[in-house]
């Protein structure tokens, strides 16, 4: 399949390319592509938001373990056979509603730290 694109040849000696790899390491890209948006004059990523992004995975990972959670112990609740003493079915609850309580900071979290990468997005 023909293309409309040029191929350049750009050579680097040794400790040269031992320089640029980390550089385009660090922005995720490869180094084709890191040079080509350097001579172009277009945005490089920025490394700080790649560490906020995983954030936001990690809190969203955390999120769904306490849905599981919460999950598994309205499981518990309705599949019993009603003999389960009163302070534990009241602990159970309070357990519900903390875990309710943690999910609803860590989606408030994860909303601010997509604001502080993405400043423009509607909150």
């Keep these: 399949m023909a293309t409309d694109r040029h191929r350049l040849l750009v050579s680097f000696t040794p400790e040269e390319l ?14 084709s592509e890191m040079l080509r948006r350097f001579a172009l004059g277009q945005h490089l990523p920025n490394p700080a938001d790649f560490a906020s992004a995983q ?14 959670l919460g999950n598994l112990l309205k499981l518990a609740l309705d599949e019993s056979d009603g003999t389960w003493p009163a302070p534990m079915v009241a602990r159970i609850d309070a357990l519900l509603v903390e875990i309710d309580n943690v999910q609803t900071a860590l989606k408030a979290n994860v909303k601010e730290l997509h604001h502080q990468i993405h400043p423009r997005a509607a909150r």
């Design 55 to 68: 954030s936001i995975r990690d809190l969203l990972k955390i999120n769904a373990d306490q849905a599981r």
């Design 18 to 31: 031992e320089r640029v790899r980390p550089q385009a390491a660090q922005y995720k890209l490869s180094i």
